[in-house]
């Protein structure tokens, strides 16, 4: 298994490398939002490949992950062409004309650091599918795929709720707090977070060693989300955007796991 990983890890530092001359070419990294989910499939399939045979839990897995890895790569590569460079990443890196600053700062900041993370994460899926070569489906990685199922419905509703909201004019201005939007200020996220440690049950369904091996991946994307760059970093720049409508839809909606929402109308 570790020589497995090994190549995995080979595999995504050279597509790191080769990312990494496209951003200096374009001067353009945020793309590299897109690559989280689309790498993390492409690991999967990396661990699917190396298989002698695959057995049922592995397939489980592969799927989740690859369904979970491929629609996030497209929702956010779509928005890359639709919006263009975020400018999280503009105030993160020097000017893409101090070419070299703006080369070096990306490789350690953007790709290496993504990389390592990618791997870490993942690795619930990746060692769920090299363990499960021969293995049909415990009990337990049924209810990893139940839990999963509401991670996806949460994230991928969420997100198709949100990109409507926006591409109505009406809403210009306004906060969304529709739909899935009213139960948690952070239905994608929160979605995210469920589908993971519903891959990582998965990975423990073919035994506790390797539970224990990849926990810290999705205890570090929960963090993440909640507390680094997802929901933290999100609300910054609503709080800025929004102000007073932003600070009346905190105090009415869960912040991060769906709960009923408070009165509208309440003081």
Known sequence: MIDALLINAAYLLAAAALLWVISVASGKVSFVDSIWGGAMAGLAIASALQLA???????????MTVLWGGRLFVHLILRFFRNGEDDRYRKMLPSPDNRIAFAVTALWKVWLLQAALIMLVSSPAQVGILAGEEMGIPLLA????????IGVFFEWVGDAQLARFKADPANKGKVMDQGLWAYTRHPNYFGDACAWWGIWLACAAAGWTYALWTIA????????????????????????KYGDAFADYVRRTSSFIPAPPADKHKA
Request: aromatic letters at 14%; glycine letters at 12%.
């Open 53 to 63: 045979e695959r057995g049922a839990l592995a397939t489980l897995i592969l799927l």
């Open 142 to 149: 049924w209810v990893g795929f139940v839990l999963w199922l």
């Open 217 to 240: 991946g999705p205890i570090f994307l929960t963090f993440t989300l909640v507390k680094w760059s997802g929901a933290a970093m999100t609300e910054s720049g609503m709080r800025e």
